[in-house]
């Protein structure tokens, strides 16, 4: 009898124990759908797609506590399509797919990891990465991958500091073959309303090298979030250098935003790229939040070619050199 106590006190004991310590996992991702007009050369084009004001995803998060004030944690997040019947790809979570520890030091983690680049445009950008009319698009140059994100990474954050700094710094080998290897950083300083970052990206392949190097500042209050950037990339014997300054203004309910962005070329032979192939892009966009997960939104964005430039807003037909498109979208976009 006297066992079968201790045996029951003993379970009650780790079973709570170990409660404390099991990962915790939630369920997450956004549906979007919208309808899209662009106009190209006097043709207009309709569809139904997905992606205008958050890309369709979703994804599994945990966390567990270990002692001395250290965590582990995951994140599985892969992307998903409602418009079309194409199976799924096989790599079910190939947005991001990480494991991380943290710990008084900071963070490291490994896995498929967003780029420091990456990152900082997003958080830099009035429409963000997500939104496919207003999404601050960046020229495609050379090894395109380092503009995103990068499997087989490595990278350490920063931890929180009351100075306010925050920063990443990441290794990586972009793809199976190892033919590309990528290091890049990210450092930034928050002083109340005042954000200002910094990222720098190199991406070696056979054909050369290929960096982007950005730097940021947002402004934030409770009235208004104003935004500016500067991103250069470079690949080979061609260089682009593109700025984008945007306005976030929320209105209850309501969030207007607005964007402006120009583009352009130095230099280029081998990648078919010259001076003169120039872009700029304007946007509006409105939200309507029907709840914490789900709004209503609309945009409207015109992008300029000069020359050999192709630049396009996202899903629309493909552009031929030195054409122009407006675009108009409308949709929604629901959050778990």
């Keep these: 009898m006297k066992k079968t106590i201790l045996a029951v006190a003993l379970s009650f004991a780790f079973g709570s124990a170990l409660s404390h310590v099991r990962a915790e996992s939630t369920l997450y ?17 309709k569809s139904i797609t997905q ?27 892969g ?10 790809p096989t790599n079910i979570f190939g947005r991001r797919s990480i494991v991380k520890v943290c710990g008084p030091a900071g963070c490291a983690e490994a896995g498929l990891e967003y780029t420091p680049s990456y990152w900082d445009v997003d958080a830099k950008s009035a429409f963000g990465n997500g939104s496919e009319v207003g999404s601050t698009w960046l020229p495609k140059l050379g090894s395109t991958a380092s503009n995103v994100r990068l499997p087989s990474s490595v990278a350490y954050f920063l931890p929180e500091n009351n100075l306010g700094v925050y920063g990443m710094g990441m290794v990586a080998a972009d793809d199976s073959t190892g033919t590309h290897h ?34 940021g500042i947002k402004w934030s209050t409770s009235e208004v979030v104003v935004s500016a950037l500067a991103v250069k990339t470079s690949y080979a014997d061609v260089s682009n250098t593109s700025l984008f300054a945007g306005v976030v203004v929320p209105l209850g309910p309501w969030k207007l935003k607005g964007e402006v962005g120009t583009s352009w070329m130095h230099g280029g032979k081998t990648t078919g790229l010259h001076d003169g192939d120039n872009a700029q892009m304007s946007t509006l966009g ?6 914490l997960q789900t709004v209503l939104y609309a945009d409207v964005g015109r992008v300029w070619n000069r020359h050999g430039s192709t630049q396009a807003f996202a899903d629309g037909p493909t552009l031929a050199p030195g054409v122009d498109e407006t675009a108009v979208d409308a949709g929604i976009r629901m959050k778990f």
Excluded: C, H
């Excluded at 992307?79 to 799924?88: D, I, K, L, N, Q």
């Design 51 to 77: 992606d205008g004001n958050a890309t369709d995803r979703f994804g599994l998060k945990g966390e567990e506590k270990l002692p001395n004030g250290w965590n582990l944690s995951y994140v599985l997040e």
């Design 79 to 88: 992307g998903f399509t409602t418009t079309s019947a194409v199976a799924a």
């Design 29 to 45: 991702g956004s549906v979007d759908v919208r309808g899209l007009v662009t106009t190209e050369a006097g043709t207009m084009t």
């Design 286 to 291: 409105v939200e309507y939040g029907l709840s």
């Design 182 to 215: 990528y290091a890049g950083a990210r450092i930034g300083i928050v002083q109340g309303s005042l954000d200002v970052s910094f990222a720098d990206g190199l991406t070696a392949d056979v054909a050369g090298l290929y960096r982007v190097l950005n730097t």
